[in-house]
């Protein structure tokens, strides 16, 4: 499998104009990637039979321009998705979520091509080959080779136990990987092949021009203008407002046209806005002028038309030091003043608070500072298809919307254990054992600066570990390579056992039963040290019956028999009354 490693190359294009608009293009040192790929590879993450579903309909069909093929991708997803995934898949789209994971296909392919000169091809329990109509001969030829490794975005048709593997590589908008598929597809459905595709496509030109999330274009930093915070009273703020309302502006005069046209007077006070707020204008404001800038600009957004209001709310956040004067002058409307407090206490439950912003979907709180376009993304494709979920199950909309602002999480009560009990086998004390003498015991020492995330050595049982462990159980010898790999690393934990068994019979031949039976009776004749030095003599990749055995031998000199297990059952019959009261 390849990786590729990408760099994103920044290209920024100053337009010095009345605007002085800045154009940023990000574009990707890959080459394009088709349309119907990137939309296939949505499908598949949605549901694997969608994506040959997808290909049935598609396959063989060519596109004059990319319009052409973005249209057709999306209505055909259409009819394959719910409207608001088909709204996902767009967005998809527009930040080419997929185009690296297509151009992997592409460096997959060309590898297993080698010096093949065909555009269709097949790889044959590893064995690449043009592909012909005749391909049940190519597959008997295939006996007896291995089959190829899979990666883990492959598209698998059938997979059959037992049967050669086929890989076909293609690009799905040829009529002749159509009818290679087809043929392939046949076969699968018939048990007689495993059947793969593989995107392999001929690569476009120029470069794949991303959305520039993640990208800052500085140009300058604009400070606000100095504040006149001079106590003003009311009769002097009445007078500013109106010798400001008799100032001309680009020289209109619209307190003498409010007068004259007093049935315009909304328009004009629009079109003197309008003046305003392209006006280079950055004179100071008074401090009270000022103190309700932030309802000024909500009532501006919230004021505009539905189509108006993100490119507003644009405007003003970009532009505020210029557009303060203009928003000084905007009345706020009591109900949403009344709003914006209601959302202000609601807010602060998440310890969010008056001029912080926060992104809340479905009641979940999304982290402003690591949130990017495609982990929204990946957010939005889960609730997305949540509510698709429980609206299939007849559960009206307004059920739905409750259900996602629960929390699921919540527990009442946490899980803990008794790490006291009796049945909890220490097998080193950092307060009592001589190897640990020569640490310091003042508890002081943890206030000393040390490296992060390294444990104090501190002659203190500070920090527990307790393993729960059935020796037969296949992750025992994790926990076993665990064990001695704190212990032979000297790591200032105070590390116990709990052994469990299914079965408390004698049998000398359930490693369940005899491990622990064994560090009972060494436990209570040699004492911890020796139990330390006997399980760390049993490697997790060796931690079997007779190796036990051995082990114990060489240690105590005693057989293992059932007589010796009956006698030394107290530390596994302690351990499962433990289990089953934690």
């Known amino acids: 499998m390849f990786c590729a490693v990408t760099f994103l190359i920044l290209t920024s294009l100053i337009k010095v104009s009345h605007a002085k608009f800045v154009t940023s293009v990000l574009n990707a040192n890959w080459v394009p990637t088709p349309i119907l790929i990137e939309t296939s590879e949505f499908l598949a993450e949605e549901d694997s039979a969608l994506f040959f579903k997808f290909l049935d309909k598609f396959g063989g069909v060519q596109f004059d321009t990319e319009q052409a093929e973005y249209e057709a991708a999306t209505s055909g997803a259409a009819s394959m998705l719910p409207d608001v995934t088909v709204t996902l898949l767009k967005l998809s789209l527009s930040l080419r979520q997929y185009s690296p994971r297509a151009v992997m296909f592409n460096n997959v392919a060309a590898s297993a091509r080698g010096s093949l000169t065909c555009d269709v091809f097949l790889e044959i329990n590893s064995h690449s080959q043009c592909y012909v109509p005749d391909i049940e001969t190519l597959i008997s030829e295939s006996v ?28 799905i908008r040829t009529s002749q990987c159509h009818g290679a598929h087809r043929a392939l597809a046949a076969l699968a459905d018939r048990s007689a092949i495993s059947y793969v595709f593989r995107h392999y496509f001929t690569p476009g030109r120029g470069k794949v021009q991303l959305s520039g999330y993640g990208v800052e274009l500085a140009i300058k930093s604009t400070e606000y203008t ?84 993100l490119e507003i709310l644009a405007r003003y956040s970009q532009n505020l030091p210029s557009l303060a004067r203009s928003l000084s002058r905007t009345k706020v409307k009591p109900e949403l003043r009344r ?22 979907l479905n009641g979940m709180l999304i982290d402003l500072e690591s949130a990017d376009p495609l982990s929204l993304l990946k957010k939005l494709r889960s609730e997305a298809s949540t509510v698709g979920g429980l609206s299939s199950l007849g559960i009206p909309f307004s059920a739905v919307n409750k259900l996602l602002k629960s929390d699921l999480y919540k527990q009442s009560a946490k899980y803990g254990i008794d790490m006291r009990d009796d049945a909890v086998m220490y097998i080193n004390d950092l307060e009592k054992d001589k190897k640990y003498r020569n640490w310091p015991s003042d508890i002081q020492e943890l206030l000393r600066p040390s490296y992060p995330g390294m444990l104090k050595h501190l002659r203190k049982n500070l920090y527990n570990l307790v393993f729960i462990l059935r020796p037969s159980d296949a ?85 293992i028999t059932p007589d010796f297990l009956s006698e030394n059952t107290a530390l596994l019959s302690a351990g499962n009354n433990f289990l089953e009261s934690s």
């Open 144 to 171: 007896g080779r291995d089959p190829a490794g899979l990666i883990k975005y492959d598209h698998v048709y059938r997979e059959n136990e037992g049967k050669p593997q086929v890989i076909l590589y293609c690009d």
């Open 475 to 559: 992750g025992s010898e994790t926990l076993m390579n665990l064990f001695i790999n704190l212990v032979e690393n000297n790591t200032p934990i105070r590390i116990g056992f709990v052994f469990t068994s299914a079965s408390e019979d004698p049998d000398t031949e359930n490693l369940d039963v005899v491990l622990p039976a064994t560090v009972n009776y060494i436990l209570n004749t040699k004492g911890r040290e020796s139990v330390e030095d006997f399980l760390s003599q049993l490697t997790g990749d060796d931690l079997a019956i007779e190796n036990v055995r051995s082990e114990f031998s060489d240690m105590v000199g005693v057989d």
């Open 339 to 360: 709003e914006i407090k209601m959302n202000q206490e609601i807010l602060h439950r998440y310890n969010v608070h008056p001029g912080s912003s926060v992104l809340l």
């Open 226 to 309: 100095a504040v006149d915070d001079t106590t003003v009273s009311e009769g002097e703020k009445a007078d500013i407002l109106k010798t400001r309302e008799e100032e001309e502006v680009e020289g209109f005069r619209f307190a003498f046209l409010k007068e004259k046209y007093p049935d315009k007077v909304e328009e004009l006070n629009r079109f003197k806005d309008f003046l305003i707020d392209n006006k280079d204008d950055m004179k100071p404001l008074k401090a009270w002028e000022i103190s309700d800038i932030g309802f000024q600009a909500s009532q501006k957004v919230f004021s505009a038309s539905t189509e108006e209001s």
